[in-house]
């Protein structure tokens, strides 16, 4: 019996979030129908099954780690063949009996903002860099999950804004996040880009005695990028990921012939 870790790639946006849920498509659903299927597994307690984190629903991902004990040779495609297009493994790894992929030494958010050709208002980009630069570091980051989180202490390793046309990005790195800490984070940072926010407002919301209610941005924006481990590296399979690029790409050009299409009848309603 080995331990083998997965890295999984997903589109979120037709699953009620990661985690299994009884009469719902989920991510770890589709994952388990899976290696029932090619005997990798059939009972998560059995082999150890284990998560790197519980995605939301609408959020994407493309490099969530599971990690599970098994007897079966079953590869990457093999598993593959019984998942939907929008969700694949694209790499894997033996790794230590003790191996639990929760305790990571990284992981990597990515939020994608697209900027509205319709409105005026603009994200000021140096403010909202500024800003970020507050989140940064160790802070009891209470008032950006729920009330309830008893650990609500986390190191925010970086966080980059970046923008253009067409969109702003906001990269964030830590070790590990809160519920909804990454997109209320977000939220914040674009309410200084908006001027709605000041940055002593901002710094407030730090300070966990006083409490304050955060909105977090739509989940449809993030992705979970990577999750990074000390000493452990993935091989990724490239006719997997090739796979999911196809989907992807087809997906994203889908998109886009419906937005055009709304974008000619938006042009004709603008019209005084």
């Excluded at 849920?21 to 299927?37: C, M, N, S």
């Excluded at 997109?183 to 730090?206: A, D, N, P, W």
Aim: hydrophobic share 35%; charged share 30%.
């Amino acid at each position: 019996m080995v331990k083998t870790a997965f890295k999984v790639a997903y589109i979120g946006t037709h699953f009620y979030g990661f985690q299994r849920q009884p009469h719902f498509p989920t991510v770890e659903g589709e994952l388990f129908k899976a290696f029932k299927r090619t005997g990798v597994m059939d009972d998560p307690d059995k082999s150890r099954y284990s998560i790197a984190g519980r995605t939301d629903r609408g959020v994407h991902a493309l490099g969530n780690v599971v990690s599970l004990k098994t007897d079966s040779e079953a590869t990457i495609n093999q598993i593959n063949y019984y998942l939907p297009s929008n969700i694949q493994i694209i790499g894997r790894t033996e790794v230590p009996y003790g191996f639990k992929p929760r305790f990571a030494e990284y992981r990597h958010y990515k939020y994608v903002l697209f900027n509205d050709p319709y409105v005026e208002e603009v994200l000021d980009l140096k403010k909202m860099q500024s800003a970020s630069k507050l989140l940064e570091g160790k802070h009891n980051f209470q008032n950006f999950t729920k009330r309830s989180e008893r650990a609500p202490n986390r190191n925010v390793k970086e966080l980059k804004i970046s923008q253009n046309k067409m969109v702003t990005v906001i990269d964030v790195v830590g070790e590990s996040f809160l519920w909804n800490m990454v997109r209320k984070m977000v939220r914040v940072i674009t309410l200084v880009g908006k001027g709605k926010m000041e940055e002593k407002e901002l710094s407030l919301l730090l300070n966990p005695d006083i409490p304050t209610s955060i909105i977090p941005v739509p989940p449809d924006g993030l992705i979970l990028m990577d999750v990074k481990y000390k000493d452990i590296e993935f091989t990724l399979d490239k006719y997997a990921k090739n796979n999911f690029f196809k989907t992807i790409k087809e997906e994203y050009i889908k998109r886009r012939t419906i937005a055009a299409a709304e974008e000619e009848m938006i042009k004709v309603l603008k019209v005084p």
